[in-house]
């Protein structure tokens, strides 16, 4: 039996792929030097769920291609322990999580500026 290896793709929807996913994208923001915002607490308490989270979550549904928040919302609960930088971090909620991706422009259909700056149009479909 032949071993996986990381560049190999994997069919979507799987916690495999979540992981190859997830293991991409974390790269690229290594490589990018993405700034990690950090809400200070002065308009409001910081963020339990980094930026990279929500941004990770929003490249999974157009991938996935889920259509609504709710769809989403069950995406990342299905690979809540597969995503979450902290097993001890309890899942998002669905309003949240709503409120978090409207924040970097991302709604169903209508993905964020960003992931069409990180993929290929043939790698999102």
């Known amino acids: 039996?032949?071993?996986?290896?990381a560049s190999l793709p994997v069919s979507k929807l799987n916690p495999a792929w979540v992981k190859q996913v997830k293991r991409e994208f974390l790269d690229f923001?290594?490589?990018?030097?993405?700034?990690?915002p950090v809400r200070n607490g002065t308009r409001g308490s910081p963020f339990a769920y980094p930026e990279w989270l929500i941004?990770?979550?929003?490249?999974l549904a157009v991938k996935a291609k889920v259509k609504s928040y709710l769809g989403i919302h069950r995406l990342t609960r299905e690979y809540w322990s597969l995503l979450t930088p902290d097993k001890d971090l309890a899942?998002?909620?669905e309003s949240q999580l709503r409120e978090r991706?409207?924040?970097?422009?991302?709604?169903?259909g209508e993905?964020?500026?960003?992931?069409?700056?990180l993929f290929s149009p043939a790698e999102l479909a």
Do not use: C, D, N, Y
């Open 1 to 5: 039996m032949k071993r996986q290896t």
């Open 55 to 59: 941004m990770l979550i929003a490249v």
């Open 111 to 117: 993905p964020a500026g960003f992931i069409s700056q």
């Open 91 to 93: 899942p998002i909620s």
């Open 101 to 108: 991706l409207k924040k970097i422009r991302h709604t169903p």
């Open 29 to 36: 923001l290594q490589a990018t030097k993405f700034p990690e």
